[in-house]
């Protein structure tokens, strides 16, 4: 749909997403993941190693805002699937980053459901992806869509800074 030259992934985990995303890479596009977890990233690094995408993701260990403020980088697709709390921080500090056009996927935004009856479920997850949805809702630089896929995807493009 894109054709993504820059994808930046907030979230690595075991890898699997990384490598999904890289599939859909120009020839010298590039994948950028942040994750936090040294053990999960060694695994999803000896993945990476056995695939054809090995070359094109670039995996970085830290806290992901901070990393992000040292990313001198446009970006055609970002996708967010860390921890959930930071939800909105990760979009604030991503915006000024994906270009026009570009798409931000945030995983998980459903959380079972749990996002529609917060009173009920208000762990602070649930609370967390309430109110990223609606400041995704009320932004009015971007278009969106919420798909019911799984645990939910919300969709949003960047129509203007």
């Given at each position: ?36 977890n ?54 604030d ?8 056009g ?18 009920a479920?208000?762990d602070e ?22 798909l ?14």
């Open positions: 749909m894109l054709e993504p030259r820059r994808i930046l992934e907030i979230g690595t985990f075991m890898g699997y997403s990384a490598l999904c995303l890289a599939e859909g890479l120009t020839d010298d596009g590039k994948l950028i993941t942040l994750d936090m040294e053990e999960t990233n060694r695994t999803a690094k000896s993945f990476w190693e056995k695939s054809d995408y090995k070359e094109k993701i670039e995996a970085h260990l830290g806290d992901a805002l901070k990393i992000i403020r040292t990313l001198d980088e446009t970006f055609d697709l970002i996708f967010i699937d860390a921890d959930k709390p930071n939800y909105a921080n990760y979009y500090a991503v915006f000024p980053k994906i270009r026009t570009g798409v931000i996927v945030a995983d998980n935004v459903l959380r079972g459901g749990r996002v529609l009856d917060v009173a479920n208000a997850d649930t609370i967390a992806l309430h109110r990223f949805n609606e400041k995704i809702e009320a932004d009015e630089r971007v278009s969106n869509i919420l019911s896929v799984r645990d939910g995807l919300m969709i949003v493009r960047k129509e203007k800074d």
